[in-house]
């Protein structure tokens, strides 16, 4: 089994599938729900601690802004965690929004530069390209069980 970073990270979608073909989907939604169970988040709609910037420093330079920061405080070790990754591109907010484009730029960035093998696939825009899409998202995560990865 291994570990596969979604994006969207918050597309429960892409987490749901990753989980059905046996591997273990890292995400936002377990990271979040860990922090807001987790004592000393004393305001659960802002999901961060007045650490987590100073973490996120270790993923992003001091220039950028405190959110970017904060939001790699959360995706940084996800990422550094991954055994693979499936990206969607173009995905519609429903299929799971990220909320801030600098931090998308970034988590791609990352991903690539990792060398772990990645899926990228474009959102799709009706049932036939849907079925193909789940489809490569299979034959990937097959991939990664027979390849030991």
Do not use: N, W
């Not at 591997?23 to 007045?50: C, D, W």
């Not at 173009?90 to 093998?117: N, V």
């Amino acid at each position: 089994m291994a570990k596969v970073f979604i994006y969207p990270a918050t597309s429960l979608i892409l987490s749901d599938l990753v989980a059905r073909f046996g591997h273990q989907p890292l995400g936002a939604a377990l990271s979040i729900r860990e922090r807001i169970q987790t004592a000393g988040v004393e305001s659960p709609p802002l999901q961060i601690t007045p650490e987590d910037p100073k973490r996120g420093l270790k993923y992003a330079a001091v220039e950028v802004p405190s959110g970017v920061r904060g939001r790699m405080a959360i995706y940084g070790p996800l990422i550094e965690r991954a055994e693979a990754g499936v990206i969607v591109t173009d995905a519609d907010f429903a299929f799971g929004c990220m909320g801030c484009a600098r931090t998308d730029e970034l988590i791609l960035f990352s991903l690539r530069q990792r060398g772990i093998p990645l899926l990228e696939l474009a959102y799709p825009k009706d049932e036939e390209e849907g079925v193909a899409f789940v489809a490569a998202i299979r034959r990937f995560l097959a991939g990664l069980k027979e390849g030991g990865q």
